[in-house]
Structure formats: C-alpha cells, structure tokens
C-alpha cells in the first residue's frame, strides 16, 4: 500500500450544494460535493482555506511516481506506414516530458506484451542517460500481430506493482479492436488492475472500438479520447504525461456516511466528466463505504451523491450523509486520514417555494449526466438504424448542450445532426457523417462543462 505522510499530500476541500428543503413526505435528498484540491501540482503550495493537511512536496521536485507506456504494435498500425512512426514520436515525447526520478517503462503490446525497455520485469529511473535509451528502443520498434489488451495491462500491473512508489499510472495506445482476447478476459485483466493503478487510453484512427477504450479509462479512473489524426499523438502524449507528473496523491476516496434508515440511491462523478460510482463502493465500517477517485494533483471535480432519507415531519431535520475525502492508511494497524468533509442535511417544511426550488447545481449536473446518456443511445440507435429514435435522442442532446452552455459538445453533434432550432431540440440527421466525427462525439460525450456559481 502508498506510504503517504502529511507533508507529501496537497491540501483538500470539499463543498456541499444542495437545497436540503423537503415537503411533507419527501423522501430524495440530491447534493453536488465539490472536492478541490491545491498545492499538490502547480500552485506551489498555496494554501487553501479550511483544508485539513498540509501542502504537498516542493516546487518542481520529482513526483514519488512510475509510469508504464504501452504501445500498441500490432500489424494494423503499418496502415499508413506513419501511424507506427507518429505512435514512436508519441511516446518519445512523452518520455521527454517525464521529470527525473520517476520510474518508468514501455510495453510494446500485440497479441502478446512485451516490456522493450528497460527489460527483464524492471522499471527505469528517468535522467538523461535512460531517457535515450528509452528512445533508441522506441526507435527499433516494429508492427506485427494482433491485439490482446489485457495482457498489456497485466504486464503494466506487474512492472508498477514492484515499484515502491505513491503514483502508479499508464498510458495506453491502440488503433484496433481487440481481438485476439475474450472480452471476458479484457473484463478479468481490468478488475485486476483496477484500484493498482491508473490510465489514460487513447485510440488512434478510426478502427478502434470507443467502448473497448472507454471502458478501460473508466475501470482505471484515467481518461479516453481519440486522435483521428496520428500527427496528432505527440501533443496529446506530452499532455497525458504532464498531467501524471501533476498528480501527487494516490488512492483517495470518497467515503459516505448515512444514519440508520438512510438508502444511497447512486453516486457519481458529474465533473469534468461523467462516471458512475455507485457500484464501486467498498464497506468502509458500519453504514460508510468508501468510491474511489483515483490520483489528484491540483484540480476540483464535482460529485452527485443522491441519498433517500425515512419520511419525517414538518418542522425535523436530518444529517442524511457526511461526505468525507479520505486516505487510506500507510500500514496495516494505522488509521486513514480524513482530508475534509462536508454535510448533507435533510430539513422538512410546509413552505412550498423552499421545498419546491432545485439548487442550481443539482439541476445542471442532472442535465449534464442526460447529455452524456442520449448521445450515447442516439448514436446506438443511428448505428442500428433507428433513425428515428436516434434523431429524438440526440435532438435532446441538442437541446441540452445548448441550455447549459456545452460548447463543444454542442460542436461535435453539429457534425452529426444538422441543427434546426437548438432550444426545441430539433434535429435533421446527417445523410453522410465521417467516421472520425461520430467516434469523436461517442468519445467525448461524457466530458462536462463546470456549472457557474
């Protein structure tokens, strides 16, 4: 298990937003907790007021990290000739952007997984010297064979397992579908590694499949996208890695808290994305279990939590949940830290405008969640050609994107459907959409826009 102590952790917050006001009878609670975190990547240690641990490490020092790169060389990435040379390029930019000290590796992955550097089940220090023989292993790297992505993860498991570090993370690369595993054994190498470390996913080109690449993200709390366009793999490479070197706290999570009689409904990350937690609790001690939220450096992510509470009278009140960011202990026998907490109360009234009024977070992030969900059954319903249930979906997601001010989502179902009147949602769909924009859109769909407070 990570060795944290409290001068290696950022400092964190976490604000509740909720109208806690019930009618007679009412029984949901909703609240956005919003856990911000500072000091831990590029603030430089700015304190943030009423957080509970002190900043994390120096300025510029090398994060207590490892980082495994898998590369995807089956025979598909030989088409074009320079998706395997942009993937090299990629990857070489990446390893340029590691700080000194991290620990590191490439995996060069086909139907089977093969560590090319350092080799031998071991993980490199990153300085100058390994950098270079990192790259000169790159450079020697060649496309043939097929595709079995969990054996590359259980590989990356094996290398960060050994690595006695805080931050364990991977970045994976494919351009095809996979293949030559068992779905079932994509799921088995997931569930593996899910908790072990974190990853980001990309899919390069056109011939991959979003929900392969999603799912892996998700399982492993990192990032999806896709980069159509292989010239494109290095910027978003030397991002990925800059965005790992950030991080300098592992394995937080979210713990909830409910009194005897209170029900959890769900519980899910609505910001920067949307992702669903509610079936990734662990017990935690009587009435708590514990989400996991992966690794944080300095960043604020919103919550949903959605709790049914025991019918009560006017005039009570209840604390429905306490929501807190905790630590898990450095050794067994220790207790985890609690990093801050907030308050879900339940107040039961007969004035109809305060029970009756939805919080403005609550109402975005609601919306926001629906976005993510009808793109993704309008695209399922084009795809096996419902065209009619598909134009109602994403004329809904239209709709939405435009009341909350998604932007880019906004954009990319544009190059789907040809917009008629965005605030009733009325829609045309495309006779002819390009591969790329329909994968980009499918990809996306679950990133979120802040709400405005």
């Known amino acids: 298990m990570a060795n944290f102590s409290k001068s290696n952790v950022p400092q964190f917050s976490v604000e509740v937003y909720q109208n806690e006001y019930l ?76 700080r000194d000290g991290t620990q590191f590796a490439v995996v060069a992955g086909t139907h089977v997984a093969k560590d090319v550097y350092p080799g031998d089940g071991r993980l490199a220090t990153a300085d100058a010297q390994t950098k270079a023989q990192a790259k000169d292993a790159l450079r020697r790297l060649s496309s043939g064979g097929g595709t079995a992505i969990g054996t590359w993860l259980r590989l990356a498991d094996r290398l960060l397992g050994a690595a006695d570090v805080d931050i364990r993370h991977g970045i994976l690369l494919t351009d095809g579908r996979n293949e030559h595993e068992s779905p079932e054994d994509l799921r088995a190498a997931l569930d593996a590694c899910a908790g072990r470390f974190t990853c980001d996913a990309r899919g390069v080109g056109t011939d991959w499949e979003v929900k392969e690449v999603t799912a892996i993200a998700s399982a492993l709390l990192g990032t999806a996208d896709i980069v159509a366009d292989p010239a494109g793999l290095a910027a978003d490479f030397m991002q990925m890695m800059e965005n790992a070197m950030g991080k300098e706290v592992a394995d937080v999570a979210l713990r909830l808290w409910t009194p005897v009689g209170v029900e959890i409904v769900f519980v899910k990350q609505v910001a920067p994305t949307v992702a669903e937690l509610t079936d990734r609790r662990t017990t935690a001690g009587p009435r708590a279990g514990d989400y996991p939220t992966g690794s944080w450096g300095d960043e604020s992510r919103d919550y949903h939590v959605c709790v049914r509470v025991p019918e009560a009278g006017i005039g009570q009140e209840m604390l429905a949940a306490r929501v807190s960011l905790i630590l898990p202990a450095p050794s067994d026998g220790d207790a985890p830290q609690t990093l801050s907490q907030g308050l879900v109360r339940a107040v039961w009234t007969d004035d109809m405008a305060a029970s009756t009024s939805i919080n403005p977070q609550v109402a975005h992030y ?23 249930g598909a134009t109602a979906k994403l004329g809904r997601a239209v709709q939405l994107a435009s009341a909350s001010g998604n932007a880019d989502t906004a954009k990319l179902l544009s190059k789907v459907v040809d917009v008629v009147d965005a605030a009733t949602g009325t829609v045309r769909l495309k006779a002819r959409v390009a591969e790329a924009d329909e994968m980009t859109l499918e990809t996306r769909s679950t990133k979120t826009v802040r709400v405005k407070k």
Do not use: W
């Open 23 to 98: 009618p007679e009878g009412g029984r949901e609670v909703n609240a956005i907790v919003t856990v911000t975190s500072t000091g831990g990547g590029t603030t430089g240690g700015v304190p943030l007021t009423g957080a509970s641990v002190t900043p994390a490490r120096p300025p510029g020092q090398a994060p207590n990290a490892a980082v495994v790169l898998m590369v995807d060389c089956s025979g598909s990435m030989e088409y074009p000739p320079t998706k395997m040379r942009n993937a090299r390029d990629a990857t070489a930019a990446a390893i340029d952007t590691l």
């Open 366 to 388: 609601t919306g926001q969640a629906e976005l993510a969900q009808v793109i993704q059954q309008g695209l399922d319903a084009r795809k096996s050609g419902d065209l009619d």
